[in-house]
């Protein structure tokens, strides 16, 4: 059963408490797919769902390491961004799959770049610009 909920934030502010509601909700294991254009607020997401679950340390986005991993009081973060990504075998290399659907939460930014490879169960997460501040955030539940 796939559920999908939507909202619209105003603010940058709106999208980061928005991510740290939702973080309250999330298990370990979770894989969470953040998708949307450049600019539109993937990071202030992720910065928001590790802030809720108790990351002190400064969350940035991964851009040239690929993966961050946090302590957080769930367990382990890992957020990874693969913009950069031209192949998803180059994911083998770091072990993504021992990442990905394993104990720790896992938040992935460019996820159509290992589309093949992300597990079935996900939450995926659509930010959209419709304004000049307001984000269109779409969440979807993928249940296999």
Excluded at 38 to 47: C, D, H, I, S, W
Aim: charged residues 30%.
């Amino acid at each position: 059963m796939n559920k999908t909920r939507e909202y619209i934030t105003q603010s940058e502010a709106e999208t980061y408490e928005l991510a740290e509601k939702l973080a309250m909700q999330l298990s370990p294991g979770q894989v969470i797919c953040l998708r949307g254009d450049l600019g539109v607020g993937k990071t202030v997401f992720a910065k928001g769902l590790c802030s809720a679950l108790g990351v002190e340390e400064h969350v940035s986005s991964p851009t040239f390491t690929l993966v961050n991993e946090y302590d957080g009081v769930k367990g382990k973060i890992y957020h990874f961004d693969l913009y950069r990504i031209e192949d998803p075998d180059e994911l083998y290399e770091i072990g993504f799959e021992e990442f990905v659907g394993g104990e720790g939460l896992a938040i992935i930014e460019w996820p159509e770049r290992a589309e093949e490879i992300l597990p079935e169960n996900r939450i995926e997460i659509l930010l959209e610009s419709c304004g000049e501040d307001d984000r269109r955030v779409t969440i979807k539940e993928l249940l296999a």
